[in-house]
């Protein structure tokens, strides 16, 4: 906040070359935000990015560095033509996600909306080209998502968080979240949360699971709903509209989570 104060009038950047300035803001996190936030044709690369673009150009790479430096020129040549940068980058993160699975899963080609111009289904090539044998298995994390909402003047809140500087998302928004190695009960979780400041009576719902898979790490996101009626006021979060939560800066996998419970009410 010092330093948006202090180098940029207080306004938040907007380039990527300001948002690096950032503490804690990567190559990937200034991208998505200039892209998503502020709509600049910026590239974003991730494990589901490099896959599918690698897929649809039937690329072969010698390395993984090589891998890298090839997948952030060809997703800013992409970006670059893209009439919304925005939609244009997380609906390529939702399709590596979705549709175009890592192995040892089996990609969905047949439901892929650009299978007729990926030239990794014509000549028949699964996965990227890598040489160095076989990774090792991706350690799975668990993050339990509640998204707990609250009527404020009439209008629908959402609890918001923002996330540390550092490590992945660095920085971007979610619903308040629970991260542990191991999935947490139900018992667990409520446990937790009727601590303060929640009330004893916090009602939870399950919404749904799935799956997001990043370069290295696969994360098992376990979305819940929950409300609140009284005037707590949380110290760990930010209420804010709903409508408004879904414009802040965060994760396609966050954006998603909210999304689900949002959409399930």
């Not at 650009?114 to 000549?123: H, M």
């Not at 909402?149 to 971007?172: D, E, Y």
């Not at 928004?173 to 139900?186: K, Q, V």
């Not at 994360?219 to 939560?245: C, N, Q, Y």
Request: aromatic fraction near 6%.
């Amino acid at each position: 906040a010092k330093i948006i104060q202090n180098d940029f009038r207080g306004r938040f950047p907007q380039t990527v070359a300001d948002l690096r300035k950032l503490p804690g803001v990567g190559r990937y996190t200034a991208g998505a935000i200039a892209s998503i936030v502020f709509g600049r044709p910026e590239p974003i690369v991730d494990g589901n990015v490099k896959r599918v673009l690698g897929r649809v150009d039937a690329e072969k790479f010698d390395s993984p560095r090589h891998a890298d430096a090839w997948s952030w020129i060809r997703a800013e040549e992409l970006v670059s033509a893209a009439e919304n940068p925005g939609v244009f980058n997380e609906a390529l993160m939702e399709l590596g996600a979705t549709i175009c699975s890592p192995p040892p899963a089996v990609p969905k080609c047949g439901k892929c909306p650009i299978r007729r111009q990926c030239k990794g289904r014509i000549s028949g090539i699964a996965t990227l080209s890598v040489k160095g044998g076989t990774p090792d298995p991706k350690p799975v994390v668990h993050h339990h998502v509640m998204v707990i909402s609250r009527t404020i003047n009439r209008n629908p809140h959402v609890l918001m968080q923002q996330r540390k500087p550092q490590g992945m998302w660095a920085g971007m928004w979610e619903p308040f979240t629970l991260e542990s190695d191991a999935p947490l009960s139900h018992a667990e979780l409520k446990r937790i949360l009727i601590a303060p400041p929640w009330p004893k009576g916090l009602r939870m719902s399950r919404v749904a699971d799935f799956t997001h898979q990043t370069t290295h790490r696969q994360i098992e996101f376990h979305v819940m709903r929950a409300a609140v009626k009284t005037s707590l006021k949380s110290t760990s979060g930010l209420w804010v509209k709903v409508k408004s939560a879904l414009d802040m800066p965060m994760g396609n996998a966050q954006r998603k989570a909210l999304r689900l419970a949002i959409d399930d009410k």
